[in-house]
Each structure stands twice: as C-alpha cells, then as structure tokens.
C-alpha cells in the first residue's frame, strides 16, 4: 500500500511557475516505484503528464508538458516534484500524483494521491 499526498498548488499568472511536491509513504522501498503526474481540468478526462523511473534514469513526458514541465525526485526524501514554467490558462487542473506497481517508466500506475489545484489566470 502506498500513500500519496500532493501540495504546491496555487494560483498563478500566466507565464509564471509552480512546483508541485508529492510525498510518498509505502511498505515498499520508495525506489521500486516509477512516480507520475496526471492531471484533469474540468469536465475533461484525466490525462498524462510525466513519468519518472525509480532510479530517475528515465523519464517520459506528455507533449503538453515538453519543455516546461520537469518531473524529478528524490528517494532519501520519499517524494518526487513537478516544475512547471510558462505555465498557462490551459493548465489549470487538479494535478494528480501516482505511483507504479514497478520502477519502469511503463509501469501501470496503482496508487493515487487526491490532488492540488493549479489554477493559472490570463
């Protein structure tokens, strides 16, 4: 069992920043499981932002986050980030945080945290 626990929503302005963190508590080494970010914005379905190997060699992004967004994390802490530059109206979401079965990039994700709000203003 993993429990998942997102903070660093907020409000922003268009073209400014926000890091999200997620810490992680789990029976298993934090390691062993690839950590990504979803998100869903209203009245859409929740889609994929990036993805973070356990050894944080690998990571894989949706093209709306390419070249602003950057997942990292780190193990001794339990806890993996999501900075997000140039942020802009169409990122206003709840961003969820989620945990793989396994430390593969293309891990199914099995744990879910309850989300932050981001909200960007025009």
């Known amino acids: 069992q993993v429990q998942l626990v997102e903070s660093g929503g907020g409000l922003v302005q268009a073209g400014g920043s926000l890091r999200l963190s997620c810490a992680a508590s789990?029976?298993?080494?934090?390691?062993?499981?690839?950590m990504s970010w979803f998100r869903q914005a209203p009245g859409k379905e929740r889609e994929f932002v990036a993805t973070i190997s356990g050894s944080s060699a690998s990571t894989r992004y949706a093209d709306v986050a390419k070249g602003r967004f950057s997942i990292s994390r780190d193990n001794a802490k339990n806890t993996v980030y999501l900075q997000m530059n140039s942020l802009k109206p169409e990122d206003t979401a709840v961003y969820f945080c989620a945990a793989g079965n396994t430390g593969s990039v293309y891990a199914t994700m099995g744990y879910w945290g309850q989300g932050t709000q981001v909200t960007v203003s025009s």
């Open positions: 789990s029976a298993r080494t934090f390691s062993t499981h690839a």
